[in-house]
C-alpha cells in the first residue's frame, strides 16, 4: 500500500535538544509538507518542498530546518532556537505544486508525530 | 493569516441526522478541499471543488461552492457514530509560480448513537 510514514509517533525532548522528525512517502509524489498543529488553531505551514534538493520556507519556518536529498524523504529538524517546539507535526505529499492541473491536486497526510518538549 | 474559517467550532448531532459546516474565505481561489481527521491522526482528504464547480458529491457528502460570497459548506447525510471528527477546509491560491493551501481551524462533529 501506498502512503506516507512518519516517527516516532511520541517523541520527548529536553529543552535544548534538537530533534529530527522522519517523513517518508512511497506515493512517488514530487512535493513534501511539513506542517505543525496546535489546539484551536489548525495547520501551519514550516516549510515545503517541490522537487528534490529543493525547499521552501512556509508562514513558520523559524527554529525549523528541513532537507530534500531523495525524492522519498523530507525530515524535519525541531532545534533549539523554535521558542515553542511542543506540537503536533504533520508530513504530508502532492502529486506537484506547480504544473497547470496539479494546482488541484489533494494532499496525503501521514498520521503525525507528537513532541513534547519539557 | 488563516484563509479559511469553519462554522461552527463544534457540532453535535444524532445519528441519522444530517450536518452540515461551513467555511468562508477572503481572497480568490484555485480550489477549495475538504479533509477529515479523526483524533491524533492524520487528516484525510475527502472532496476538492475547483474555483468554477458550483457543487459536488461523493457517497453521503456534498460539497457546494459560492465563489461570490466566498464560501462553501459540507453537508454529510444520514451521519453514523464514525463520522465523529474534525473537519477542516483548506483552500487553495496561487500567485505567480507560488501556490500555497491554507487551512481553517476547523469543525469538530460528535455523531451520538
Known amino acids: 500500500d501506498g502512503g506516507i510514514t512518519q516517527s516516532p509517533k511520541y517523541l520527548f525532548r529536553k529543552e535544548g535538544q534538537n530533534v529530527t522528525l522522519s517523513c517518508e512517502q512511497n506515493?512517488?509524489?514530487?512535493?513534501m509538507y511539513w506542517y505543525r498543529q496546535d489546539p484551536g488553531q489548525g495547520l501551519r505551514l514550516i516549510y515545503y518542498s517541490q522537487i528534490v534538493n529543493d525547499f521552501q520556507k512556509g508562514d513558520i519556518a523559524e527554529g525549523y530546518s528541513v532537507s530534500r536529498e531523495k525524492k522519498e524523504s523530507f525530515p524535519l529538524t525541531v532545534t533549539s532556537a523554535q521558542k515553542n517546539p511542543t506540537a503536533f507535526y504533520l508530513c504530508?505529499?502532492?502529486?506537484?505544486?506547480?504544473?497547470?492541473?496539479?494546482?488541484?491536486?489533494?494532499?496525503?497526510f501521514g498520521n503525525g508525530t507528537r513532541l513534547t518538549v519539557t | 493569516s488563516q484563509q479559511g474559517e469553519e462554522d461552527p467550532q463544534a457540532l453535535s448531532i444524532q445519528e441519522g441526522e444530517n450536518a452540515t459546516m461551513n467555511c468562508s474565505y477572503k481572497t480568490s481561489i484555485n480550489n477549495l478541499q475538504w479533509y477529515r481527521q479523526n483524533s491524533g491522526r492524520g487528516l484525510v482528504h475527502l472532496i476538492l471543488?475547483?474555483?468554477?464547480?458550483r457543487e459536488k458529491h461523493s457517497g453521503r457528502l456534498r460539497v457546494t461552492l459560492d465563489t461570490s460570497k466566498k464560501s462553501s459548506s459540507l453537508l454529510i447525510t444520514a451521519s453514523r457514530a464514525a463520522d465523529t471528527a474534525s473537519y477542516f477546509c483548506a483552500t487553495g491560491h496561487s500567485g505567480g509560480s507560488n501556490y500555497k493551501l491554507t487551512f481553517g481551524k476547523g469543525t469538530l462533529l460528535t455523531v451520538n448513537p
Open positions: 504530508a505529499s502532492s502529486v506537484d505544486l506547480i504544473q497547470g492541473s496539479s494546482y488541484n491536486s489533494p494532499l496525503h
Open positions: 506515493l512517488n509524489h514530487d512535493a
Open positions: 471543488i475547483r474555483s468554477n464547480e
